[in-house]
């Protein structure tokens, strides 16, 4: 890997700290030819801090390091991406990021699904969609719909039409949504639940 840390004639380079399971960018810092090496003899992200004119490994003082994972360089080779574990929180100001944000998983399109489904849930001027219809029934109704989705692709997987297959996984996978905030929940606690399974 060839970084090139003289393009700019104070000798760093952007270190663009991500995380590595949630995929959100945490902190920007800056490196130098020995912040460098050190984080990646240490595992520990180490920065130089142009406040104080030093190096800086992240946690020094707070405990709150971030773990190295892997790291790359973008095409012009003057910037890096960091991946870490962090523990704790990031910012200095005791929040995840930088940017005051939550270092939760967000899930795309499957997220923004998840924010209509509560939209719908929680209306409060007597909507008459069908996601709203079925909060209106209750959880055994949400239920035996999972179920009977669930029968649905077990059906078709079996067959060899993939279409009906995908469109019945979909049902499936929607109604599940539905389910979880009818239980209180969300696809960010299954997979804390799946992640406490990887030990």
């Excluded at 104080?52 to 707070?62: A, H, P, Y």
């Excluded at 996978?173 to 992640?195: C, E, P, R, S, W």
């Amino acid at each position: 890997m060839n970084i090139d840390f003289n393009k700019n004639k104070d000798g760093l380079v952007p270190a663009i700290i991500q995380d590595e399971i949630t995929k959100n960018v945490l902190m920007l810092g800056y490196m130098n030819q020995e912040a460098f090496d050190i984080t990646i003899a240490t595992k520990k992200v180490t920065f130089f801090s142009r406040t104080k004119n030093r190096l800086w490994t992240k946690g020094e003082e707070s405990g709150n390091v971030l773990h190295l994972v892997d790291y790359k360089l973008d095409c012009d080779n003057d910037t890096l991406l960091i991946s870490v574990n962090p523990e704790g929180p990031t910012c200095h100001k005791g929040t995840d990021t930088c940017w005051a944000e939550a270092n939760r998983a967000t899930f795309g399109f499957l997220s923004s699904l998840e924010n209509i489904i509560e939209e719908r849930k929680n209306s409060a001027n007597g909507e008459s969609s069908y996601v709203a219809s079925l909060f209106k029934k209750g959880i055994n109704k949400i239920a035996q719909k999972v179920g009977e989705e669930a029968v649905e692709v077990v059906i078709e997987a079996k067959d060899n039409n993939d279409e009906l297959f995908l469109n019945e996984s979909a049902d499936l996978l929607f109604h599940y949504l539905i389910l979880l905030q009818a239980k209180g929940f969300k696809l960010n606690d299954i997979v804390d639940v799946l992640k406490s399974r990887q030990l």
